[in-house]
């Protein structure tokens, strides 16, 4: 199984500044057909999970843009250029390449200061 | 817009079933694969079962050991999950989702509780 293991598990950020969030999996996932299923997710306190970015960098309808995804083979960043408060929560990396099973990060905690 | 609707969650005894719904609207059901995932108190996403858009193929997490089913009925539009020899680990929140690219939109999510 693909271990993904996220870095930092807690992050406490200013508003308006910067934020960023490593994953990192245990083997390359890009496909065979040159496709790399490494997604982000956001949760809410006491809501369920929503999908910011998928394929690494593509970002779902209606996802500001201040969230990016990078990377590519085994390293990934989500990246938030300005904080704000609605983006309290916990972030999820998962891959979808190497299945069964679709294996997640443990999450990381972000908070404000 | 997608709508994914779970219900069947409750408190359950160990040992005891439960078969969990997930009503899906606002997108073509019968053209998409679906996954359960779950999530228990406190703690991170794990995945549980994933079936392919027609039924023709189901995959589960080794952890459960054949005590969980996946099934669905395109005609109506929903999703299932029956849970068998439920254990007090099986405890959490469930959470349908459909397959886009992977994982892409999720429920709202049902709550397992089992305990005696």
């Known amino acids: 199984d693909v271990v993904m293991t996220q870095s930092p598990l807690s992050l406490p950020v200013t508003l308006g500044q910067p934020a960023s969030i490593s994953c990192r999996s245990s083997?390359?996932?890009?496909?065979?057909?040159?496709?790399?299923?490494l997604s982000w997710f956001h949760q809410r306190p006491g809501q369920s999970p929503r999908r910011l970015i998928y394929?690494?960098?593509a970002r779902d309808s209606g996802v500001p843009d201040r969230f990016s995804g990078s990377g590519s083979g085994t390293d990934f960043t989500l990246k938030i250029s300005r904080v704000e408060a609605e983006d309290v929560g916990v972030y999820y990396c998962?891959?979808?390449?190497?299945?069964?099973?679709?294996?997640f990060g443990q999450g990381t905690k972000v908070e404000i200061k | 817009q997608v709508q994914l609707v779970e219900s069947g969650g409750g408190v359950v005894q160990p040992g005891r079933s439960l078969r969990l719904h997930c009503a899906a609207s606002g997108f073509t059901f019968s053209t998409y694969g679906m996954y359960w995932v779950r999530q228990a108190p406190g703690k991170g996403l794990e995945w549980v079962a994933f079936l392919e858009y027609d039924g023709s193929k189901e995959y589960y997490a080794d952890s459960l050991k054949g005590r969980f089913t996946v099934s669905r009925d395109n005609s109506k539009n929903t999703l299932y999950l029956q849970m068998n020899s439920l254990r007090d680990e099986d405890t959490a929140v469930y959470y349908c989702?459909?397959?886009?690219?992977?994982?892409?939109?999720w429920g709202q999510g049902t709550l397992v509780t089992v305990s005696s």
């Open positions: 083997q390359s996932l890009v496909d065979s057909d040159g496709n790399t299923f």
């Open positions: 394929k690494v960098s």
């Open positions: 998962m891959q979808g390449t190497h299945w069964p099973p679709w294996t």
């Open positions: 989702a459909n397959n886009n690219d992977a994982i892409a939109y």
